[in-house]
């Protein structure tokens, strides 16, 4: 049967007590260790340490109780990777109340749906995002509270927006507020099993949906994997380009460091390929999370880099080419560890391991985690069989917020149905084939779109690639290929393409079509939206 378990290394020996406070953990634990001094957060300009962050985090939370935010209540976040950030999130945790991040570069629809959704009362935003705010506000009929964040609010004599007439909001400087609370604030009382905070996800498909997660959820995912994979350590520097937003972002940049007294570097700017090297060279980050797409600009940039500093980098969001992980680790030195997590799980549960990185594979399972691979009607699948990954651990997401059927389709008893197409091979290796509605059937067998994309950027000259499925005259399935190419690209690359593509590929994986286009589209992880091509 094609399963897998935790028996690919020792799973680590985890006690949470029955009252577990993350804020407490992650940020009061490092003074108690004598860590105050130590670095926490590295920003272009400033930086702080353990004792500064902890003393930002208790005003923080002092001053929303100061707005009538107690245990439970709900507050959305859109505020770019900063130090404010990290406060609002352990300030909310710490007095019980359940922090919400959010995409900064959503659409106002988008966070309309999040406030009226999510229920949440207070809106903590960065005053670059209120402009196109203005007209969905009113409509968000929980909110009480709207907080600024940002230079010009904390200004003095700086004036504050007035709510629209109608509405039962106020508006609130974060800086101000900061300065008139107390810098000391005991954490509450809050059980492992409680609420901590919830994280939106729509993935490559579908609408918005909120992944619940408890207080003990961080620590399992710090434990299993940035312990035990990562071996990370107080002397690290994490740098994550994904945003703390994102469930992946949130333990790279944020709790991984914290939990050991290492320092973050936060960026809030777009991580394009040139910012990310300039932050590395700046900042000297030990370990760097980043994600395909990324890796592979990184790769288009001409100019000589430094990544010494760099002992190894991680990926995820989507499965690294084998060619991308060869090309990087011969031009910087640096091995990229693939691996696969997703909200819902918080983190990642299948990873290589230093030493042991497979290129084109996502690796073993991470200790602590199971995993399954079974066909449609939920039987296990023969080994080296395709069939769809199922997945269970102790960081697992609890259930969606206020969507139950979705929750009882995708939440089967301790096992999460990831959506995820996979074979898993007699050594415990896991090869990702795709997401469940990618996958082709073409003359009677699968094909992988990831396989076939993997094989196209060999081909000198492409960039990147996303394959579908299209019917042909006959209303047969065939694969077609769009391309971004560089501008050095040659003549004739179609044909040119085919001929390489045979020596790789077996004929009826082979594309029938192939489009070149300028981007391909993606979510704001780098997860290409197939879905949208197809549309096309």
Known sequence: MASASSSSGATPSIQVPDVFNIAAYFVDRNLELGRGKNIAIYEEGRQLNYSQLAEMVNRTGNALRSLGIDAENRILMAVPDSAE????FFGATKIGAVPIPVNTAAR???????????????FVVHEDLLPQLQGILPQASCLRQLILVGPSSGKPGAALPESPSGTTYSCHSFTKLLEQSSPTLAPEPTSKDDIAFLLYTSGSTGGPKGAVHLQHDMLFSTELYARSILKIAEQDIAFSASKLFFAYGLGNGMYFPFSVGGAAVLNPHRPTAETIFDYIEKFRPTLFFGVPTLFSAMLQIPEKKDLSSIRF?????????AEIFQRFQERFGVTILDGIGSTEM???????????????????????????????????????EIGNLWVKGDSAAAFYWRKQELTKRTMLGEWLVTGDKYTVDENGYFCYCGRADDMLKVAGQWVSPAEVENALLGFPGVLEAAVIGLEDNDGLIKPKAFLVMNQQAEAGTEESLRKFLREKLRGYKCPRWFEFVQELPKTPTGKIQRFKLRAR
Not at 108 to 122: K, V
């Open 85 to 88: 950030f990290v406060a609002t």
């Open 108 to 122: 106002p629809d988008d966070y309309l749906y999040f406030l009226n959704d999510s229920g949440a009362r207070t």
């Open 313 to 321: 980098a991680v990926s995820a969001g989507e499965a690294l080419p």
């Open 346 to 384: 918080l983190h990642i549960f299948i990873s290589n391991r230093p030493g042991d990185a497979r290129p084109g594979s996502t690796g073993k399972l991470v200790p602590g985690y199971e995993a399954k691979i079974v066909d449609d009607d939920g039987t296990e699948a023969a080994q080296g």
